[in-house]
Protein backbone atom coordinates (compact mmCIF):
# COMPACT_ATOMS: atom_id res chain seq x y z
CA UNK A 1 0.00 0.00 0.00
CA UNK A 2 2.19 3.41 -1.29
CA UNK A 3 1.37 6.53 1.29
CA UNK A 4 -1.27 9.10 0.72
CA UNK A 5 0.96 11.75 -1.17
CA UNK A 6 0.85 14.92 0.34
CA UNK A 7 3.22 18.19 1.08
CA UNK A 8 5.73 17.95 3.43
CA UNK A 9 5.08 19.43 6.19
CA UNK A 10 7.14 22.47 7.99
CA UNK A 11 8.47 21.89 11.81
CA UNK A 12 9.84 24.50 13.53
CA UNK A 13 13.38 24.92 14.65
CA UNK A 14 15.10 26.68 16.88
CA UNK A 15 18.51 27.68 18.08
CA UNK A 16 21.46 25.73 19.45
CA UNK A 17 21.09 26.68 23.19
CA UNK A 18 19.69 29.18 25.94
CA UNK A 19 20.36 31.00 28.73
CA UNK A 20 19.00 32.83 31.92
CA UNK A 21 18.79 36.48 30.90
CA UNK A 22 18.00 38.10 33.96
CA UNK A 23 15.92 37.40 37.43
CA UNK A 24 13.19 39.22 39.45
CA UNK A 25 11.78 38.86 42.55
CA UNK A 26 9.06 39.91 44.71
CA UNK A 27 8.34 38.42 48.40
CA UNK A 28 5.48 38.72 50.63
CA UNK A 29 5.12 42.37 52.47
CA UNK A 30 5.22 40.92 56.09
CA UNK A 31 7.73 39.71 57.75
CA UNK A 32 6.87 36.69 60.08
CA UNK A 33 9.15 35.78 63.28
CA UNK A 34 9.52 32.68 64.87
CA UNK A 35 7.72 33.96 67.82
CA UNK A 36 4.55 35.06 65.73
CA UNK A 37 4.21 31.03 65.28
CA UNK A 38 5.04 28.94 68.33
CA UNK A 39 1.92 29.19 70.24
CA UNK A 40 -0.57 27.25 68.35
CA UNK A 41 2.57 24.47 67.81
CA UNK A 42 3.51 24.57 71.41
CA UNK A 43 7.15 25.46 70.59
CA UNK A 44 9.84 27.90 70.57
CA UNK A 45 11.93 29.99 68.21
CA UNK A 46 15.33 27.93 69.35
CA UNK A 47 12.90 24.61 68.41
CA UNK A 48 12.36 26.35 65.18
CA UNK A 49 15.41 27.06 63.96
CA UNK A 50 18.25 24.27 65.09
CA UNK A 51 15.44 22.24 63.15
CA UNK A 52 15.04 24.40 59.72
CA UNK A 53 17.29 26.92 59.96
CA UNK A 54 14.55 29.60 59.91
CA UNK A 55 14.40 33.26 61.76
CA UNK A 56 11.70 34.79 60.14
CA UNK A 57 9.49 34.10 56.88
CA UNK A 58 8.05 36.62 54.36
CA UNK A 59 4.11 36.27 53.77
CA UNK A 60 1.73 37.93 51.82
CA UNK A 61 -0.92 40.63 52.81
CA UNK A 62 -4.49 39.37 52.67
CA UNK A 63 -5.55 40.86 49.59
CA UNK A 64 -2.13 39.93 47.74
CA UNK A 65 -2.49 36.65 45.77
CA UNK A 66 0.12 34.35 43.73
CA UNK A 67 -1.02 36.26 40.52
CA UNK A 68 0.38 39.96 41.91
CA UNK A 69 3.91 38.53 43.29
CA UNK A 70 4.26 36.13 39.72
CA UNK A 71 3.25 39.60 38.18
CA UNK A 72 5.66 41.93 39.99
CA UNK A 73 8.75 39.51 39.55
CA UNK A 74 8.11 39.23 35.53
CA UNK A 75 8.19 42.54 35.71
CA UNK A 76 11.39 43.31 37.26
CA UNK A 77 12.87 40.01 35.01
CA UNK A 78 11.82 41.74 32.23
CA UNK A 79 13.12 44.90 32.54
CA UNK A 80 16.90 44.02 33.72
CA UNK A 81 16.72 41.88 30.92
CA UNK A 82 15.72 44.74 28.80
CA UNK A 83 13.53 42.46 26.13
CA UNK A 84 10.64 44.04 24.83
CA UNK A 85 7.72 41.89 26.41
CA UNK A 86 5.70 41.74 23.02
CA UNK A 87 9.10 39.94 22.42
CA UNK A 88 7.95 37.18 24.90
CA UNK A 89 5.86 34.10 23.42
CA UNK A 90 5.77 31.83 26.12
CA UNK A 91 5.22 32.16 29.90
CA UNK A 92 5.32 29.39 32.17
CA UNK A 93 3.78 29.92 36.05
CA UNK A 94 4.53 27.06 38.09
CA UNK A 95 2.33 27.10 41.27
CA UNK A 96 0.23 25.36 43.68
CA UNK A 97 -1.13 28.46 44.83
CA UNK A 98 -3.40 29.58 41.97
CA UNK A 99 -6.44 31.00 43.43
CA UNK A 100 -9.17 29.36 40.90
CA UNK A 101 -8.94 26.08 39.30
CA UNK A 102 -8.93 28.10 36.26
CA UNK A 103 -7.89 30.18 34.25
CA UNK A 104 -4.22 29.72 34.98
CA UNK A 105 -1.79 32.58 36.44
CA UNK A 106 0.24 32.26 33.33
CA UNK A 107 -2.26 33.75 31.21
CA UNK A 108 -3.15 36.45 33.53
CA UNK A 109 0.72 37.24 33.82
CA UNK A 110 1.12 37.37 30.73
CA UNK A 111 -1.14 39.71 29.96
CA UNK A 112 -0.35 42.44 33.16
CA UNK A 113 3.42 42.19 31.67
CA UNK A 114 2.77 42.72 28.31
CA UNK A 115 3.58 39.31 26.65
CA UNK A 116 -0.36 39.16 25.63
CA UNK A 117 -0.50 36.91 23.18
CA UNK A 118 1.89 34.53 24.49
CA UNK A 119 1.10 30.75 24.76
CA UNK A 120 0.63 30.39 28.63
CA UNK A 121 0.40 27.81 30.84
CA UNK A 122 0.98 26.63 34.78
CA UNK A 123 3.24 24.14 36.23
CA UNK A 124 1.80 22.22 39.11
CA UNK A 125 4.88 20.38 40.12
CA UNK A 126 5.60 21.99 43.55
CA UNK A 127 9.05 22.39 44.75
CA UNK A 128 10.10 21.04 41.91
CA UNK A 129 8.02 23.29 39.69
CA UNK A 130 10.30 25.67 38.54
CA UNK A 131 13.03 23.58 37.63
CA UNK A 132 10.57 21.66 35.30
CA UNK A 133 9.71 25.42 33.88
CA UNK A 134 13.04 25.90 33.34
CA UNK A 135 13.25 22.51 31.13
CA UNK A 136 10.36 22.76 29.16
CA UNK A 137 11.37 26.99 28.31
CA UNK A 138 14.88 25.27 27.39
CA UNK A 139 13.52 22.74 25.53
CA UNK A 140 10.59 25.10 23.40
CA UNK A 141 13.02 27.42 22.73
CA UNK A 142 15.52 24.78 20.96
CA UNK A 143 12.56 23.65 19.25
CA UNK A 144 11.69 26.36 17.84
CA UNK A 145 8.33 26.62 19.20
CA UNK A 146 9.28 30.53 21.31
CA UNK A 147 11.68 32.61 21.15
CA UNK A 148 11.68 34.41 25.00
CA UNK A 149 10.01 32.62 27.68
CA UNK A 150 9.47 33.89 31.29
CA UNK A 151 9.92 31.08 33.73
CA UNK A 152 7.99 31.97 36.87
CA UNK A 153 7.87 30.32 40.10
CA UNK A 154 5.34 31.74 42.33
CA UNK A 155 3.50 30.64 45.62
CA UNK A 156 1.14 31.96 48.37
CA UNK A 157 1.27 28.90 50.69
CA UNK A 158 0.04 31.52 53.64
CA UNK A 159 -3.63 30.31 52.04
CA UNK A 160 -3.07 26.66 52.73
CA UNK A 161 -0.98 26.79 56.67
CA UNK A 162 -3.30 25.40 59.32
CA UNK A 163 -1.33 27.57 62.45
CA UNK A 164 -2.03 24.52 64.73
CA UNK A 165 0.05 21.96 62.58
CA UNK A 166 3.50 21.04 63.58
CA UNK A 167 4.93 19.30 60.18
CA UNK A 168 4.79 22.10 58.12
CA UNK A 169 2.88 25.15 58.68
CA UNK A 170 6.28 27.79 60.33
CA UNK A 171 8.21 26.26 57.32
CA UNK A 172 6.01 28.32 54.79
CA UNK A 173 6.30 31.44 52.61
CA UNK A 174 5.12 33.86 50.16
CA UNK A 175 6.77 34.82 46.88
CA UNK A 176 7.72 34.40 43.69
CA UNK A 177 10.77 34.39 41.29
CA UNK A 178 11.10 35.13 37.88
CA UNK A 179 13.40 34.55 34.99
CA UNK A 180 14.05 35.43 31.64
CA UNK A 181 15.23 32.55 28.96
CA UNK A 182 15.93 33.18 25.64
CA UNK A 183 18.23 32.46 22.78
CA UNK A 184 22.17 32.18 23.16
CA UNK A 185 25.73 31.97 21.77
CA UNK A 186 26.87 29.01 23.97
CA UNK A 187 25.48 26.39 26.07
CA UNK A 188 23.49 28.46 29.76
CA UNK A 189 21.12 25.39 30.49
CA UNK A 190 22.36 22.30 30.65
CA UNK A 191 20.42 18.59 30.42
CA UNK A 192 17.80 18.02 33.26
CA UNK A 193 17.47 14.97 35.27
CA UNK A 194 13.95 15.13 36.19
CA UNK A 195 11.16 12.44 37.63
CA UNK A 196 8.92 11.00 40.07
CA UNK A 197 7.75 8.75 42.86
CA UNK A 198 4.27 8.92 42.93
CA UNK A 199 4.03 5.62 45.48
CA UNK A 200 5.03 8.51 48.01
CA UNK A 201 2.21 10.68 47.32
CA UNK A 202 1.55 10.88 50.86
CA UNK A 203 4.76 12.19 52.19
CA UNK A 204 3.89 15.90 51.85
CA UNK A 205 0.69 17.28 50.36
CA UNK A 206 -3.10 18.58 50.74
CA UNK A 207 -4.89 16.68 53.76
CA UNK A 208 -7.89 17.08 51.75
CA UNK A 209 -9.79 17.48 48.60
CA UNK A 210 -11.70 20.74 47.70
CA UNK A 211 -15.24 18.54 47.26
CA UNK A 212 -14.68 17.30 50.76
CA UNK A 213 -14.48 20.65 51.98
CA UNK A 214 -17.40 21.66 49.47
CA UNK A 215 -19.59 18.70 50.83
CA UNK A 216 -18.70 20.08 54.50
CA UNK A 217 -16.73 17.13 55.37
CA UNK A 218 -13.62 18.90 55.92
CA UNK A 219 -12.33 22.01 57.27
CA UNK A 220 -10.38 24.11 54.54
CA UNK A 221 -7.89 21.73 52.96
CA UNK A 222 -4.09 22.34 53.88
CA UNK A 223 -0.77 21.42 53.32
CA UNK A 224 0.55 18.57 55.89
CA UNK A 225 4.01 16.10 55.74
CA UNK A 226 5.55 13.40 57.31
CA UNK A 227 8.50 15.30 58.15
CA UNK A 228 10.77 12.45 58.57
CA UNK A 229 9.79 10.65 55.59
CA UNK A 230 10.56 13.88 53.54
CA UNK A 231 14.12 14.58 55.24
CA UNK A 232 14.88 10.73 54.73
CA UNK A 233 14.04 11.53 50.84
CA UNK A 234 15.34 14.58 50.54
CA UNK A 235 18.86 14.42 51.99
CA UNK A 236 19.71 10.77 50.27
CA UNK A 237 18.12 10.13 47.43
CA UNK A 238 18.35 14.03 45.93
CA UNK A 239 21.73 14.46 46.86
CA UNK A 240 22.15 11.39 44.04
CA UNK A 241 20.02 13.27 41.53
CA UNK A 242 22.24 16.81 42.11
CA UNK A 243 25.57 14.29 41.56
CA UNK A 244 23.69 12.59 38.28
CA UNK A 245 22.58 16.44 37.08
CA UNK A 246 26.53 17.46 37.54
CA UNK A 247 27.46 14.36 35.48
CA UNK A 248 24.94 15.49 32.75
CA UNK A 249 26.43 18.87 32.36
CA UNK A 250 29.67 16.94 31.82
CA UNK A 251 31.03 19.30 34.78
CA UNK A 252 32.62 18.50 38.45
CA UNK A 253 31.09 20.03 41.82
CA UNK A 254 34.85 22.04 41.75
CA UNK A 255 33.71 23.87 38.57
CA UNK A 256 30.44 25.67 40.38
CA UNK A 257 30.54 29.02 41.70
CA UNK A 258 26.96 28.40 43.20
CA UNK A 259 24.72 25.83 44.84
CA UNK A 260 21.09 26.80 44.76
CA UNK A 261 18.58 23.83 45.85
CA UNK A 262 15.51 24.70 46.80
CA UNK A 263 15.00 26.06 49.80
CA UNK A 264 13.26 23.51 52.56
CA UNK A 265 15.34 22.91 54.98
CA UNK A 266 18.67 24.35 56.24
CA UNK A 267 19.80 20.91 57.72
CA UNK A 268 18.89 19.74 54.13
CA UNK A 269 21.00 22.08 52.15
CA UNK A 270 23.99 21.27 54.63
CA UNK A 271 23.77 17.62 53.96
CA UNK A 272 23.63 17.97 50.15
CA UNK A 273 26.75 20.35 50.65
CA UNK A 274 28.66 17.60 52.23
CA UNK A 275 27.78 15.29 49.98
CA UNK A 276 28.55 16.97 47.36
CA UNK A 277 31.99 17.28 48.69
CA UNK A 278 31.06 21.30 47.69
CA UNK A 279 34.43 23.11 48.33
CA UNK A 280 34.54 26.42 49.80
CA UNK A 281 34.74 28.46 46.91
CA UNK A 282 31.03 27.43 46.11
CA UNK A 283 28.55 29.74 47.39
CA UNK A 284 25.48 27.93 49.05
CA UNK A 285 21.97 29.99 48.58
CA UNK A 286 20.30 30.19 52.34
CA UNK A 287 17.43 32.52 51.53
CA UNK A 288 15.02 30.17 54.16
CA UNK A 289 16.42 32.18 56.47
CA UNK A 290 14.71 35.20 56.29
CA UNK A 291 12.34 34.13 53.34
CA UNK A 292 11.18 30.76 53.89
CA UNK A 293 10.25 27.96 52.44
CA UNK A 294 8.67 29.11 49.05
CA UNK A 295 8.17 26.06 47.35
CA UNK A 296 8.05 26.71 43.28
CA UNK A 297 9.31 30.11 44.05
CA UNK A 298 12.23 29.35 46.56
CA UNK A 299 14.91 28.44 44.08
CA UNK A 300 14.70 31.82 41.57
CA UNK A 301 13.85 34.18 44.64
CA UNK A 302 17.16 32.46 46.02
CA UNK A 303 19.35 32.83 42.63
CA UNK A 304 17.66 36.82 42.64
CA UNK A 305 19.58 37.17 46.08
CA UNK A 306 22.67 35.14 45.59
CA UNK A 307 23.05 37.18 42.48
CA UNK A 308 22.32 40.77 44.17
CA UNK A 309 24.75 40.37 47.66
CA UNK A 310 27.56 38.36 45.28
CA UNK A 311 27.92 39.90 41.61
CA UNK A 312 30.92 38.50 41.04
CA UNK A 313 28.86 35.19 40.52
CA UNK A 314 28.06 36.32 37.43
CA UNK A 315 28.80 33.82 34.15
CA UNK A 316 29.60 31.29 36.21
CA UNK A 317 27.82 27.77 36.86
CA UNK A 318 25.07 26.88 39.28
CA UNK A 319 23.69 23.78 40.52
CA UNK A 320 19.77 23.90 41.11
CA UNK A 321 17.97 21.87 42.42
CA UNK A 322 14.23 21.56 42.97
CA UNK A 323 11.93 18.46 45.07
CA UNK A 324 8.36 17.92 46.98
CA UNK A 325 5.21 16.68 46.89
CA UNK A 326 4.52 14.16 43.71
CA UNK A 327 6.63 12.80 44.97
CA UNK A 328 8.77 15.03 42.49
CA UNK A 329 12.26 16.27 41.32
CA UNK A 330 14.15 18.17 38.93
CA UNK A 331 17.75 19.45 38.58
CA UNK A 332 19.98 21.21 36.00
CA UNK A 333 23.44 23.32 35.41
CA UNK A 334 22.58 26.85 34.02
CA UNK A 335 25.09 29.63 33.56
CA UNK A 336 24.43 32.28 35.85
CA UNK A 337 23.58 36.17 33.96
Given at each position: MTATAHPTLRQAT?????????????RGEVSVPNEALIGPIDSSDEWIQQRTGIITRMRAEHDTDAIDLATAAGDEAIASAGIDPALIDLVIVATVSNPKQTPS?????????GANPAAAYDVNAACAGYAYAVAQ?????????????????????SDVVDPTDRSISFLLGDGAGAALIGPSE???ISATVWG????????????????QFRDGEVPWPTLRQEGQTVFRWAVWEMAKVAKR??????????????????????????????QLKLPDTVKIARDIETTGNTSAASIPLA???????????????????????????GAQ?????
Open positions: GPAYTRVLAYGAAVSAIVADRVADALIRSGAAKYALVIGAEKLYPGSDGSKADAVGMNATLTALEEAGIEASDLAAFIPHQANMRIIDQFAKTHRLLKENPELSGGLALQIGFGAGLVFVIVLP
